[in-house]
Every structure is written in structure tokens, then in C-alpha cells.
């Protein structure tokens, strides 16, 4: 595309959020760099009005986030200049179909700075469970009295394993985060090899055997139909009494009618930030169980965060702007690995 005509952009995403992905300054920057009308947010390409169909005919970049529409044959009916998609969040598993990559539309993605916040969250999960924060808590709530040296004796973050399953966005960005403390970082990813662990600075273990060492147990793995209930009765049935399991991925990576017997025996903490259903039924043990610390999806960019995002899209905007190629993009052969 010629930096000599500036590219024509379109939202399409919940008008929701644009004011903390785009607040004004980064909306001026986006609009030197691009034709875009603030105020113009297309919900639909099948029927769009009068003014957004005139608007997505002209488009060469759709701007998308939280609540687009899905991505198909009536996006390219609506958009025949469509060229790039800029992603405003995550995955675009749900998003994309297959027909607009098959068309040359090239999809852009802000999941690494996504996973930021959420490999923070984990981070604060994993030292916060070494230290059994949670469980003393609620303890200190029942007793007013600090817990003696014996109870805290098996406490501490010295030596902890955390055994950290897929090497995703999350999963790496984790691993980076680990690396100045006191612990033994395992992995288990079936596409990592040996030098690549030992790069990442992990030692490498297959799934049972990383389920079998670690005293906390953390999900990064993508949602594919080769990992719904990746960790099955068996399989949770491996991690050690007393073992805590972090999941900030997706519920369906976890059998959850064999984590609820285990955790409703008391012999395994979890902390979900995700769940399968989501959000879980009124009437589930599992937000009153005093060994599960339960949290609404709220890892991922929140408030604040999503300006991080949305400084990723003006920056691809930028690149596409000036014919270079994106620094964010999604392939559609990336799907069947990634989230």
C-alpha cells in the first residue's frame, strides 16, 4: 500500500470498549496514520446501514475487538478492498474464517500483548499459593490467631516446582517472569524440544511425569480438540495431596466434574480465572470451597491494560501504512496449534 495514500480504516468490534483501547491521544494517532471516523462502529456485515456499508466498501483495514462479528464470506461481500484485519484483543480462532485468508487478507493479532497481564496474574497466583496465602487466610479468619511455626513449616517459595504446561505467548511470557526466583520450572509442550527448553531455561518432562513433580501446576496450553480435558480424572489424579493447579487458559483443558471431587475432598487447591461452563452454575461448591480461589476471567487486559492493546493496532496500522509487513501476524495454519 502506498504511503502516499493513506489507508482506509473501519471499527468493527462493541463500541464498549474503544474508549480504553483508543483513549484520545492514541485515537489521534491512529487517525494521522489512517481515514477512520471515530464515531462509525459496524455490528454487523450483513445488513449493515447505509453509512456503514459505504464505509466498508471503501475499507482497506478493519479495526476488530471484543464483540466483533464473525469474520466470513459477508465480510468480503461488504469490504471487496478489505486487505488487512487489525485485532484489538486475543484469539481470532472464533473470529477468522478460513475464507478471508483464502481471499489474501492478511490478520493481525494483539494476543502477546494479551498474554502480559495474564502471565502477571500467574505469576502473582504462583507466589502467592507457594507462600499457602490462601489457605492460611482462611484460617487466620476462623482462629484471630497467627498460625505457629509448625503450620507455616511447609510453606515458602524456596525450591518450589512449578511445573508449567505449553510454552504459548502465556506460557514464555510466564517463563520470563519466573526466571529471578528461587524456583524448579518444569515444562511440558509437545512441540518444544530439548535446546529450545534448555533455551527457555526449563527442564523439559512429559505430561505425566511434570503432573507427578510439581507442587503447582499451571494450564498454558491452547484450546484445541486435542487438549479438551487435557487433565482428566487420571491425569489430576497424578498431582501430588496438597498440589495447587492454576488454570488462566480455558475451563475445557480440565475434566471438571473430576477437579470439583478432588477439590471437594480437600486433597487439591485450584485457582481458576477460567472454568467449564463459564461462568459455573449458582449452586457449584467450587465459590465456597475454602481451598479454591476463584476469579470472573479477569487475567487477561482489563481497564487500563487494553490501552496496550490498542497501541499494538496503531502500530500495525502504521506498518501497513507504509508497505511494510505486519510484526503481529496470524496465520490461518497457526489455528490448529495456537489459541
Request: proline share 7%; glycine share 8%; hydrophobic share 45%.
Amino acid at each position: 500500500m502506498s504511503s502516499a495514500q493513506p489507508p482506509v480504516a473501519v471499527f468493527a468490534l462493541d463500541p464498549v470498549h474503544l474508549p480504553l483501547l483508543f483513549p484520545a491521544a492514541l485515537m489521534t494517532r491512529l487517525g494521522e496514520v489512517a481515514r477512520i471516523d471515530p464515531s462509525l462502529v459496524v455490528r454487523d456485515f450483513a445488513g449493515p446501514g447505509r453509512e456503514a456499508a459505504h464505509a466498508l466498501a471503501e475499507a482497506d483495514v478493519l479495526i476488530t475487538g471484543w464483540g466483533s462479528p464473525r469474520l466470513g464470506t459477508e465480510t468480503l461481500a461488504a469490504m471487496p478492498r478489505l486487505r488487512t484485519v487489525l485485532h484489538a484483543a486475543g484469539s481470532v480462532r472464533s473470529l477468522v474464517g478460513a475464507a478471508l485468508w483464502n481471499h489474501g487478507v492478511t490478520v493481525s493479532s494483539a494476543v502477546t500483548a494479551n498474554a502480559v497481564p495474564v502471565a502477571e496474574y500467574t505469576l502473582a497466583m504462583i507466589l502467592l499459593a507457594g507462600k499457602d496465602a490462601f489457605a492460611l487466610r482462611e484460617r487466620f479468619r476462623r482462629s484471630h490467631a497467627h498460625p505457629s511455626a509448625a503450620e507455616t513449616a511447609p510453606v515458602g517459595n524456596v525450591g518450589r516446582r512449578v511445573g508449567v504446561i505449553g510454552a504459548s505467548r502465556v506460557g514464555r511470557r510466564l517463563l520470563e517472569l519466573l526466571r529471578p526466583f528461587d524456583f524448579e520450572v518444569l515444562l511440558y509442550d509437545p512441540y518444544v524440544n530439548p535446546a529450545e527448553a534448555a533455551e527457555l531455561g526449563v527442564r523439559l518432562l512429559p505430561l505425566e511425569e511434570l503432573l507427578r513433580l510439581s507442587d503447582i501446576v499451571s494450564l498454558h496450553a491452547p484450546d484445541i480438540p486435542e487438549t479438551r480435558h487435557l487433565l482428566d480424572r487420571a491425569r489430576l489424579g497424578l498431582i501430588r495431596d496438597g498440589g495447587v493447579l492454576i488454570n488462566t487458559s480455558r475451563g475445557a483443558l480440565v475434566d471438571h466434574s473430576a477437579l470439583t471431587d478432588d477439590l471437594l475432598s480437600g486433597r487439591l487447591q485450584a485457582i481458576l480465572d477460567v472454568t467449564e461452563p463459564e461462568p459455573l452454575p449458582a449452586d457449584s461448591p467450587l465459590y465456597t470451597l475454602p481451598n479454591v480461589f476463584l476469579t470472573p476471567h479477569v487475567a487477561g487486559s482489563l481497564g487500563n491494560e487494553l490501552e496496550r492493546l490498542g497501541r499494538v493496532v496503531v502500530d500495525e496500522l502504521e506498518r501497513v501504512a507504509a508497505g511494510l509487513p505486519l510484526a503481529h501476524e496470524i496465520h490461518h495454519a497457526d489455528l490448529a496449534r495456537t489459541a
